[in-house]
Each structure stands twice: as structure tokens, then as C-alpha cells.
T-cell receptor, first 113, second 117 residues
Framework: KQEVTQIPAALSVPEGENLVLNCSFT??????LQWFRQDPGKGLTSLLL?????REQTSGRLNASLDKSSGRSTLYIAASQPGDSATYLC????????????FGAGTQVVVTP | GAVVSQHPSWVICKSGTSVKIECRSL??????MFWYRQFPKQSLMLMAT?????????EQGVEKDKFLINHASLTLSTLTVTSAHPEDSSFYIC?????????????FGPGTRLTVL
């Protein structure tokens, strides 16, 4: 059974610092990995999707890397802003049933002005 | 863009009553929708997969007779929590696939906060 772990559980940084969020998974047979953002009491917004054959994806200030062999993904957010404050979730999609996402518990990020 | 809505956004009910939550894809057709549950400070847990025109597939440990799912059309799936109890209080989130490709992503609804008294 796939287990997805995110460390740290919470993170507080001053505005302007770079953020590094970690995600690890136990089963490397994934179809893809996604990073989501969740604001308090709200649904999820997809940030980046990395296919199993890819090493990284970039969107603006966000960059996500994927190392399947070691079961790790890292989300980098450059020059953090207070608006980046949210919970960030990573989720893997299994090879057979690619629609069923396995989520980590998330990293709660606070960016202070 | 692809928008998924949920109704209601929050609901409070008495123990023993039933509650229906709607999930709609507003600007696209979704043959597959998913229902998740999220407890405070915990991860989203997949409850079931809802396919239009067929019975839902439930994850292990999820009571299908308690959580009734109906995918009546390509834009609507409903989750009914029957005989709700306080332990069913949670944040319920649905998602929908816009296409059917493995490169597509799921689009999530804003969630429904259920509180059972």
C-alpha cells in the first residue's frame, strides 16, 4: 500500500525566502505525482503535475522535482510571498488506477510579511 | 477553465438524519468523479469512485450502504450520508476528470463541511 509522507508538517518563513517542501512515497510504481495547494476550508488547486517519465516541472516561481527511484519529490517556491500561505499537498497516482490519488498529510506554510 | 462546484458548502444536521451533497462539473462533462473525506490535520482519503451510469466503486473500509453515491449525469454526482452520526463529521471533497487521459488532472470542488450533532 502506497504511503505518502510530507515533511515538515508546518513551516514559517519571512517574506522573500525560498520555500522547500518535501514529499516521499514508498511505492515507486507511480503514474504521476501532483502538488496541490489548499486554502483553509477550501478545495484543492492543482499546482504542478509531473509524469513518471519526467524529472521536473516548472510554473512561474514554482518548481517541482521527481526522483522515482528514491521515492522523493520536492516543491520549491522562490521568493515567497504572504499570498503563498496555505497547505501544500502532494499526491501520487498509482500505475494501474491512475485516477486514484494517494495524498500526503500536507505541509502548512505561513509566510510572514 | 474547469470548474467544479459543491452544494451545500456547509451543513449541520442531527444524528440519525440523512444529508445529500451535490458535486457538479459546471463547464465540462465528467465521466468519472471521486469523493474524498478529510479529517482535521489529516490527509484526504479517497472514499469512492463514481462513474456515470454505473455503480460506484468504494474503497476498502467505506460502507457503501452508509455513503450512497449516484452519478446521474455527466455533470452531477451526489453523495448521501445516511443515518449520520457525529463520527461522520468531516470535510467532504469531490473531484472530476475533465478528459480521460492520464495526463489530465482532477479538478476539485470547494468541499462541504458536515457537522453532525
Amino acid at each position: 500500500k502506497q504511503e505518502v509522507t510530507q515533511i515538515p508538517a508546518a513551516l514559517s518563513v519571512p517574506e522573500g525566502e525560498n520555500l522547500v517542501l518535501n514529499c516521499s512515497f514508498t511505492d515507486s510504481a507511480i503514474y504521476n505525482l501532483q502538488w496541490f495547494r489548499q486554502d483553509p476550508g477550501k478545495g484543492l488547486t492543482s499546482l504542478l503535475l509531473i509524469q513518471s517519465s519526467q524529472r521536473e516541472q516548472t510554473s512561474g516561481r514554482l518548481n517541482a522535482s521527481l526522483d522515482k527511484s528514491s521515492g522523493r519529490s520536492t516543491l520549491y517556491i522562490a521568493a515567497s510571498q504572504p499570498g503563498d500561505s496555505a497547505t501544500y499537498l502532494c499526491a501520487t497516482s498509482p500505475g494501474v488506477s491512475w485516477g486514484k490519488l494517494q495524498f500526503g498529510a500536507g505541509t502548512q506554510v505561513v509566510v510572514t510579511p | 477553465g474547469a470548474v467544479v462546484s459543491q452544494h451545500p458548502s456547509w451543513v449541520i444536521c442531527k444524528s440519525g438524519t440523512s444529508v445529500k451533497i451535490e458535486c457538479r462539473s459546471l463547464d465540462f462533462q465528467a465521466t468519472t468523479m471521486f469523493w474524498y473525506r478529510q479529517f482535521p490535520k489529516q490527509s484526504l482519503m479517497l472514499m469512492a469512485t463514481s462513474n456515470e451510469g454505473s455503480k460506484a466503486t468504494y474503497e476498502q473500509g467505506v460502507e457503501k450502504d452508509k455513503f450512497l453515491i449516484n452519478h446521474a449525469s455527466l455533470t452531477l454526482s451526489t453523495l448521501t450520508v445516511t443515518s449520520a452520526h457525529p463520527e461522520d463529521s468531516s470535510f467532504y471533497i469531490c473531484s472530476a476528470f475533465k478528459g480521460g487521459s492520464s495526463t489530465d488532472t482532477q479538478y476539485f470542488g470547494p468541499g462541504t463541511r458536515l457537522t453532525v450533532l
